[in-house]
């Protein structure tokens, strides 16, 4: 190791430890239980570096006297301190700064995060303990081990005589409705009451966007002075479900998001605005007390998956009749009911070779505005004439910029 390599290690060894230390110090304020501050952890980071500089045999036994007298210091104050943070924070330093000496870039960040996580104490445990409940721990480690116990058992070839159905493609779509409704769910908590109703309106959408079309028009026909702000939290549900729309395509195909990116963009660009001028009459005594006590529903994903096959078969089965016709027509009608499970087939079909990308992005074109009829039918349903218009003309203009753009830009 020359000299400017060594410098510039133990100066990042040295800048860690200041940085952590700090943060330890700032911390407690100068209490007499902090039994590691500033000075403490740059001589700890320094000590890794300089003894990773003599050999891995010298680290280890550093790393060792360290973390005896990180034992001894915990013996001590364990009465007043019960925590392990000060003496983990303490050994984190010494092998931060031995990394410093080999990975500069790496070792930074790491500090970085590991100084952030002690800064983050107070909001970290009103997260876990406030924010967060029982039931989203529980839905928190069923989406976890959907993600990462089932997806990876799960074979990445079609199983299937046409080569439509990929188990591991159609598990990943289940993770992603699950995972958008928890995020959605747990920023709804956080953010209060205040800004519930536009909140509420666009992380519902990533579960239904067609539920809450009919849920704000049936509260919408209740007070009419809420029409206004029920047709923007409608928008911004319809804004949520395309961008799982997309997210859904470029799941099943990256080609044909990457050739639908600007229609789709524009789309969701006239949604927001039209929103906007909605979201402007929101009152506080408007917004909802809380969201639902389920961050998603397994059973929703599921059914999604479901149709998504039958609609992959259906449109398959079309195609081999009718050509790319018919697989065009079969996912159009499936859209009328489920916008997400159509775009599948159409994005699954296109990546298998079944669909030309320039027919499969005008199929796309074909989805929205088959949802978006039938969801303007069900506001004017379930809201009357005013929400009716209202929704049918957010969705109309969605429908009209992504016919523009669509013929304009080429894919």
């Known amino acids: 190791m020359d000299w400017n390599e060594a410098t510039h290690?133990?100066?990042?060894?040295?800048?860690?430890?200041?940085?952590?230390?700090?943060?330890?110090?700032?911390?407690?304020?100068?209490?007499?239980?902090?039994?590691?501050?500033?000075?403490?952890h740059a001589l700890s980071a320094l000590l890794g570096a300089a003894a990773?500089?003599?050999?891995?045999?010298?680290?280890?036994?550093?790393l060792l006297a360290v973390a005896a007298l990180a034992w001894t210091s915990y013996r001590v104050t364990s009465r007043e301190d019960p925590g392990l943070t000060g003496e983990i924070a303490l050994l984190i330093t010494v092998l931060l700064g031995g990394l410093g000496m080999q990975q500069q870039a790496l070792a930074a960040a790491l500090g970085v995060v590991v100084a952030i996580l002690l800064w983050a104490k107070a909001p970290l445990a009103r997260l876990s303990r406030e924010v967060i409940s029982d039931q989203e721990v529980l839905d928190a480690l069923l989406l976890a081990a959907c993600a990462l116990v089932v997806l990876p058992m799960l074979p990445d070839s079609a199983v299937d005589p046409w080569g439509v159905l990929v188990p591991s493609k159609l598990w990943q779509i289940v993770v992603l409705v699950m995972g958008v409704g928890?995020?959605?769910?747990?920023?709804?908590?956080?953010?209060?009451?205040?800004?519930g109703l536009p909140v509420a309106g666009f992380f519902s959408g990533f579960a239904s966007s067609t539920a809450a079309?009919?849920?704000?028009?049936?509260?919408?026909?209740?007070?009419?002075?809420?029409?206004?702000?029920?047709?923007?939290?409608?928008?911004?549900?319809?804004?949520?479900?395309?961008?799982?729309?997309?997210?859904?395509?470029?799941?099943?195909?990256?080609?044909?998001?990457?050739?639908?990116?600007?229609?789709?963009?524009?789309?969701?660009?006239?949604?927001?605005?039209?929103?906007?001028?909605?979201?402007?009459?929101?009152?506080?005594e408007a917004v909802p007390q809380g969201p639902a006590s389920k961050a998603f529903q397994l059973k929703h994903a599921l059914l999604i998956a479901l149709v998504i096959a039958l609609v992959l078969l259906l449109s398959e089965g079309l195609r081999q009749l009718f050509g790319q016709a018919g697989a065009l027509a079969g996912a159009t009608i499936a859209a009328l009911g489920e916008l997400h499970a159509a775009a599948a087939s159409i994005a699954g079909l296109t990546a298998s070779g079944g669909l030309e990308l320039a027919q499969a992005r005008w199929g796309?074109?074909?989805?929205?505005?088959?949802?978006?009829?039938?969801?303007?039918?069900?506001?004017?349903?379930?809201?009357g004439g005013r929400y009716g218009a209202g929704v049918a003309i957010g969705l109309g203009a969605m429908v009209a910029t992504a016919v523009v753009v669509t013929w304009v830009v080429p894919g």
């Open 9 to 40: 290690g133990l100066l990042t060894a040295l800048g860690i430890g200041l940085l952590i230390g700090a943060v330890r110090e700032r911390q407690h304020g100068g209490s007499k239980s902090l039994q590691a501050g500033v000075r403490t």
């Open 52 to 62: 990773l500089m003599l050999g891995q045999a010298v680290f280890v036994v550093a």
């Open 182 to 195: 928890m995020l959605g769910h747990i920023a709804l908590r956080a953010v209060g009451a205040r800004w």
């Open 213 to 284: 079309v009919a849920g704000f028009g049936r509260s919408s026909r209740a007070a009419p002075a809420l029409v206004m702000p029920s047709v923007a939290a409608a928008l911004l549900a319809n804004l949520a479900s395309l961008l799982l729309f997309a997210a859904v395509i470029g799941t099943s195909s990256a080609t044909l998001l990457k050739a639908m990116a600007w229609p789709l963009a524009a789309a969701c660009l006239v949604l927001l605005l039209c929103s906007v001028l909605g979201l402007r009459h929101v009152a506080n």
């Open 364 to 383: 796309v074109v074909a989805l929205l505005a088959s949802a978006s009829l039938a969801k303007s039918v069900l506001a004017f349903a379930s809201g």
